[in-house]
């Protein structure tokens, strides 16, 4: 490390005790303003730093924000959910961008157990945590005598309620996104997703999805409903099993853009074309969409904004000293490209 | 925060005073086995959880990796390169898993100059960090009289032979992407690159391309190497460049794989095949590169291992007291897919 101005350094330099010092750094009123402002000369001019170590044990205040990824692909590597879908790079870097405007730093690391959790916050002394993706129950069972202010996105779980959210409008996003597809003359209309469930992202967007087919009298056709993982990998199993139907679908609504690719990737190994034999729409907008020709036709979420948005959410509950059990709902939109075409 | 089993509590427990605890904890030896004992089993059973903040005053150590990013696409929202390419997003996982199987955290942030970047080892007593990308001279000469354990990634200029460097061999890349082009039968063959410079990552894998000419006999042709940013944009760029050029190229070698996706983006929006009309060879194989049709041939470097080494690296140098400047040279590998083809 290089040579460390210390707080005896200031001191020394201003004439006074260290506790004086620590007195004006903690804002105790017990110093007169004259004695503050030498204090402050000998600060800036020593080039003395506020060690957060020291801060944290004198203010009990880390300044520390915790952003926890759930952990995948059970096996030889367990790594976290940043590997696999670009959208969590975007989040990050979302919720990095603000953090470092207001000087917070954040912690990334994946983790298995609300147990696990609880003594990584009471070890690292966190201000707040933000947990991406989706954590079981237990998780929350094991974290509901925390305190502390925790940041939950995409949770729609009765438990979510007593945390402070930061959602898009799934179940508006699946309406869209089926709708463009029967605004297309589309009728047979596949939707690939992970597990269902009664709640959560994917019964949203399903419900989003049920809702346009009701408005349009399209009955609901259980056959053409594919579970699977949500990761590209997912994906393109399901193009495999839609190929394989005898359902004569002309389009796919896919949960997740990541799953859309995977389910184009699989049509067109065996010639089929998008929009040519499928239209696809899928959700998210992250950047591959454009990567790709046709692009996709998308539901956005602003994820950047999603991230920036998170990162303000906890902050404003650390700084006001109040834990905020609220819901930010941000709005989705259609991203008409090339991949969905008129019948 | 949940109630906290503090220090004191232990001590009542075990029947001993705080300093002695402390003194175990730190292994000062001056309490008996048997009062050791008896404090590690008070330790356990009454859940003590080791606070980090109180441990890093102690014993001078932390626990923390920085993991710092340079900030991009200055304007409105300045951010991270984990942000703009999916490289980044593998490597943080590799270094956060091995982070987290040595019980070390990892602090994730941009960092735009050394003086900013010294300023946060000092008030975070960071116990070592690891630079993703590339950063300017100027920044190493206001980092250079830190003493801590700096990893840095693809760093060839002169000052970084002071630092423990985790690397690829991407002359070798250059040469091996050059001649598989070559070998199926192209000789003009354009190369898409950031700037070349007279070191770096670039330079390398341009030395790479010229040794694969050089051996073939092919005479270097300074009007189809093409300089831009090495994004997705950039390739767009570079692949509207070639298509106005008046030397028939067959090939394009791109130092990135995301350069690779706009060339072949820029190509296909003005009717123009890969690999029918061009063949096309990336750097990095990046998980999108298996997304595409056709699947993007490229070099291989094992980002998620590159990751995992930078990790190992930092961890040993911590750990060992002593300060490396050695250079781990990791290999690469082509991988054939369908974005080359024979004439």
Redesign the interface.
Known sequence: ????VTMRDVARYAGVSVATISNVLNNVSKVSDDTRERILKAIEETGY??????R??SMGK?N?IG?MFPITEKGD????L??NN?F???F???I??VA?KEEY??????IESGQEC??W?????LDGIILLGIHPESFFNEMK????PIVLTDAYEEYSTKFHRIMVDDEMGGYMATKNLIDSGHRNIAIATGRIGTNGVNFKRFEGYKRALDEAGIPLNTKIIIEEHVN?DGGYRIGNILLELDEKITAVFAVADIVA??I??AF??RGKLVPDDYSVVGFDDI??C????PELTTIRQDI?RKGMASAKAIIDDIESGVVTHETIMLPVELISRGSVRKL
């Open positions: 490390m290089n040579v460390k730093k506020l060690d957060y170590t020291a944290c044990l880390s520390l952003v590597e367990p790594s976290i940043l590997r670009p969590y790079s975007e990050t870097s979302g990095e961008y470092r730093d954040i912690l990334l690391t994946g609880r003594d916050i009471a070890r690292r002394n005598d925390v305190k502390l590209f690719f995977g184009i990737k067109k190994s950047k591959i454009e990567y790709l020709t950047f």
